[in-house]
C-alpha cells in the first residue's frame, strides 16, 4: 500500500489475520486518521475500504474506490 508520499506500507498475507471490504463511514475527512476502530485509516476519498487486522493486533485500513474489485480479489485469496 502506498499513501504518496507520506506512507510506503507491505504486508505479507501470512500476517494477516483477517481482512474485509467494509463501509467505514465517516472518519473525520481525508487523508490519516489515526485511533479509530479500524485503527489507522489512509483516506483519499468516499467510505468504503479494505480493513486488515495483522497477526499482532495492529489494524489499518486503506481507502478504495474500486470495493467490486477489490471483493473478486479477496474472494480469490480466501479459496
Same mark, same amino acid.
Given at each position: 500500500?502506498?499513501?504518496?508520499?507520506?506512507?510506503?506500507?507491505? =504486508?505479507?498475507?501470512?500476517?494477516?489475520?483477517?481482512?474485509?471490504? =467494509?463501509? $467505514?463511514?465517516? =472518519?473525520?475527512?481525508?487523508?490519516?486518521?489515526?485511533?479509530? @476502530? $479500524?485503527?489507522? =485509516? $489512509?483516506?483519499? @476519498?468516499?467510505?468504503?475500504?479494505?480493513? !486488515?487486522?495483522?497477526?499482532?493486533?495492529?489494524?489499518?485500513?486503506?481507502?478504495?474506490?474500486?470495493?467490486?474489485?477489490?471483493?473478486? !480479489?479477496?474472494?480469490?485469496?480466501?479459496?
Amino acid at each position: 500500500m502506498r499513501f504518496f508520499p507520506f506512507v510506503k506500507k507491505k =504486508v505479507n498475507w501470512k500476517d494477516v489475520k483477517s481482512a474485509e471490504v =467494509v463501509n $467505514y463511514g465517516f =472518519v473525520g475527512g481525508w487523508g490519516i486518521r489515526l485511533g479509530t @476502530k $479500524y485503527g489507522t =485509516v $489512509y483516506n483519499i @476519498k468516499g467510505n468504503r475500504g479494505l480493513a !486488515i487486522e495483522l497477526l499482532n493486533g495492529k489494524k489499518f485500513l486503506t481507502g478504495t474506490q474500486k470495493e467490486t474489485e477489490l471483493r473478486e !480479489i479477496l474472494a480469490k485469496i480466501k479459496k
